[in-house]
């Protein structure tokens, strides 16, 4: 007997691990399961799209490969930005469980190849002001777009908003409120998704910066004190706030922390350190084959 009745459409629940942020190159997995029932599932697995007056499940190219029902990344990369979705199916004829809940999955890098520039430049902000959001890439293409990911609404448009307007790849929000709080990012116009920045509205907020903080900087946080985080390093990167013993706590700002260029310099000047000493003695043992093979050449029969 099924352990499902045909009235009761089964339910596909979709996870994430370890988390929903991530630095380029951290792994990550997602997990799609089948409430109630874990056996004979074959999964697939998709990404939101949106448009001005729509949203597109496109499936992954790579979907087959994680059909057991373990979609892993073993090296997150910036185009792995997205809102993801997936669906189960047994049977002859299959059937097919509804479509998950939306899990997004935020990677951060170094250099991507277009960014997100916030004005006015930082990540929190108070309700009733504009706020302009343009992704600018090195060839100064119009081609982007602008979209976000909100708790309450999902994926949207930025030119969908009633409050907000999108000219060329730059979208003007004319006056925020709460519920503007989310995830805002940049879109090719096929599809590929770059740079996200958490972006909050609150009427009590923490001024952070936008873009990654370098090692070894200062981090300056601002509410109505500073907060002042000296040579940053890799495990200061995570979210703050701020809190209040009568107004509660603030939004959370997730801070992200780059490797510096002086120790991938430092990296590099060990191994040609390290090259400089094992390189004569490959060089001379080169010169005694080639030689020997020579000789060996020049003999008579």
């Known amino acids: 007997m099924s352990d499902f009745s045909i009235s009761d459409r089964a339910q596909a629940v979709l996870s994430v691990s370890p988390q929903k942020w991530l630095t380029e190159g951290d792994p990550v997995t997602l997990i799609c399961e089948v409430y109630g029932s874990s056996t004979g599932w074959t999964f697939s697995w998709y990404t939101l ?23 892993t990344v073993s090296s997150a990369a910036l185009k792995h930005t997205g809102v993801y979705v997936c669906r189960a199916e ?8 509804t479509f998950s809940n939306t899990q997004p999955v935020w990677v951060t890098g170094v250099s991507p190849r277009v960014s997100l520039i916030i004005s006015p ?29 909100t708790d309450s609404l999902g994926l949207e448009d930025c030119s969908s908003l009633r ?13 925020t409120i709460t519920s503007d709080t989310g995830v805002y990012w940049c879109q090719s116009e096929s599809g590929e998704n770059y740079h996200p920045v958490n972006i909050t509205v609150h009427f009590e907020s923490v001024y952070s910066p936008v873009h990654p903080v370098t090692e070894g900087d200062n981090l300056t946080l601002r509410k109505n004190t500073e907060m002042i985080i000296s040579t940053v390093s890799k495990s200061h990167e995570g979210f703050y706030y701020c809190k209040h013993s009568e107004r509660g706590e603030s939004p959370k700002s997730w801070i992200s922390v780059r490797v510096s260029h002086s120790e991938s310099q430092i990296s590099v000047l060990h191994t040609l350190s390290s090259l400089s000493v094992v390189c004569p003695y490959l060089l001379v043992t080169v010169m005694l084959i080639f030689k020997c093979c020579r000789m060996r050449g020049e003999t008579p029969d």
């Open 90 to 97: 047994r049977g002859e004829p299959a059937y097919k469980t």
């Open 121 to 149: 430049s930082r990540t929190q902000h108070f309700p009733s002001v504009p706020l302009s959001l343009s992704c600018e890439d090195q060839s100064n293409s119009d081609r982007w777009r602008v979209r976000r990911y």
């Open 49 to 71: 799209t949106a448009s001005s007056d729509n949203i597109y499940f496109q499936l992954l190219s790579d979907s087959s490969r994680g059909a057991g029902g373990n979609y």
């Open 163 to 175: 409050r907000a307007s999108q000219t060329g790849s730059t979208c003007t929000i004319n006056s």
